[in-house]
């Protein structure tokens, strides 16, 4: 049995996408910029696929800029509200401790040209709290950032409260929706988004291609400078393969979005329950305002690391709770801000599972888990210690 339970890290594409994908190279192959029919039908695409995906989040087609993806998205939202913020003496930006390091990076090159940030912190269930959120903004407050799903623990961020908070106070919200869209609803206008990241891996389409929407009436500042695409914002060819695959993607992906995520629930909520059976482990993030495919557990006294290998030998891809980082492994940092300490955020274990998962699979998942535990933990020095008691057990 083969499972493939890293949907937050990529998806598979559909095959919608990589027909569409395939059919534009292979026949929409103009420069959207040049003047002759086929560069000018090129062209016609691209603004189709801006209108079809502008249309699922309830946004104008002017209002989204293609980019390579999430990161940069990230990246360009956080230049303009921090560049235009600076023109008028305004250098606070609110954000959440557990973003992710697109965001968080980001904030630290703005911190080192002068702006000051606030994280909020995300408390044991993985969420913003927004009266804490109202509390942080000052006067001179540009931005606030805030993910409106995680990408580790699938926790859900109370989106359309902070937008009314922030068009309340007049101040530009930003929300990294990458693991959100084609997975959840959205509606930019309803709940008051300014700024909002997508990838298309993320949903089904290709890599190295997602959108950032603007609300119009923002001037966006530019991350990438040379031709005039995307009305100026953001040079470059445009990556239209690509871009068409998105939008078939997404519309795919919200296609009977309730149906796909009430089966998802469903077997997540299996597998929490199954997973919540081996001793001394716990679910991390809230177990209802969470992704519809996202399971992330903590088990005490093993590492990560060894059971995604052994996981992997039975025919099962997830993702850990650590991240290699010059080589040194760091325990994850959305793990930390929920309060899990180094130990037992590094026995952690992300599944996301896509919606073609089955009752069977989720089977397999929770014996091969348990299996996986036990077996790592009976040669494990830190689990002895702890079952001699001479360490305290955290997880009950
Ligand atoms: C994957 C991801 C990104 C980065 O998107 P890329 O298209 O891979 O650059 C940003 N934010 C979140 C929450 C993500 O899950």
């Known amino acids: 049995m083969q499972i493939y339970a890293d949907n937050a890290a990529t998806t598979k594409m559909s095959e919608a996408a990589i027909r569409t994908m395939t059919e534009y190279m292979q026949t929409w192959y103009g420069n959207p910029s040049s003047l002759y029919r086929i560069g000018q039908r090129a062209k016609e695409k691209l603004e189709e ?12 087609p002017r209002e989204i800029i293609f980019t390579s993806g999430g990161s940069e998205a990230d990246n360009q939202a956080l230049l303009t509200a921090a560049l235009n913020g600076k023109k008028k003496g305004k250098t606070h ?22 702006f000051e940030v606030t994280l909020l912190p995300v408390h044991e269930n993985g969420i913003v709290r927004t009266d804490e959120l109202e509390a942080a903004i000052r006067e001179d ?7 409106t799903a995680n990408n580790e623990i699938g926790t859900i961020q109370p989106v359309s409260e902070i937008g009314a908070i922030c068009r309340k106070h007049g ?53 990438i400078e040379g031709g005039a695409q995307e009305r100026g914002k953001r040079a470059g060819t445009e990556n239209l393969p690509g871009i068409a695959a998105m939008a078939e993607a997404l519309k795919e992906s919200v296609a009977d979005m309730e149906k796909k995520n009430a089966h998802m629930a469903e077997i997540r909520d299996y597998l929490i329950r199954g997973l919540s ?41 997830a993702s850990s709770g650590s991240a290699c980082t010059s080589g040194a492994l760091d325990p994850s ?62 997880l009950k």
């Open 93 to 114: 930006i609110i954000s959440s401790a557990f973003e992710h390091h697109a965001i968080l990076h980001t904030l630290k090159k703005l911190e080192k040209n002068g």
């Open 333 to 394: 940092h959305v793990l930390l801000a929920i309060g899990r300490i180094h130990d037992v955020a590094h026995g952690s274990l992300r599944l996301s599972i896509g919606e073609d998962i089955t009752k069977e699979e989720a089977d397999h998942i929770i014996g091969s888990v348990r299996e996986v535990v036990e077996h790592l933990r009976s040669f494990s020095p830190v689990w002895r210690d702890l079952t001699e008691g001479k360490k305290e057990f955290i």
């Open 277 to 317: 059976g081996i001793p001394h482990s716990a679910l991390n993030g809230d177990a209802e305002q969470r992704l519809p495919g996202n399971v992330n557990f903590s088990f005490e006294g093993i590492e990560g690391e060894s059971i995604l290998i052994l996981l992997d030998m039975r025919g099962i891809s």
């Open 171 to 223: 101040i530009v919200f930003h929300t990294d929706a990458v693991q959100a869209v084609g997975h959840l609803p959205i509606d930019v206008k309803a709940q008051n988004i300014d700024m909002l990241s997508a990838s298309a891996h993320k949903f089904h389409g290709p890599k190295g291609v997602g959108f950032l929407y603007v609300r119009k009436g923002i001037l966006i500042q530019n991350l």
């Open 141 to 147: 407050t540009c931005l606030v950032t805030i993910m």
């Open 49 to 60: 696929a801006r209108a079809e995906i502008a249309g699922v989040i309830n946004a104008e």
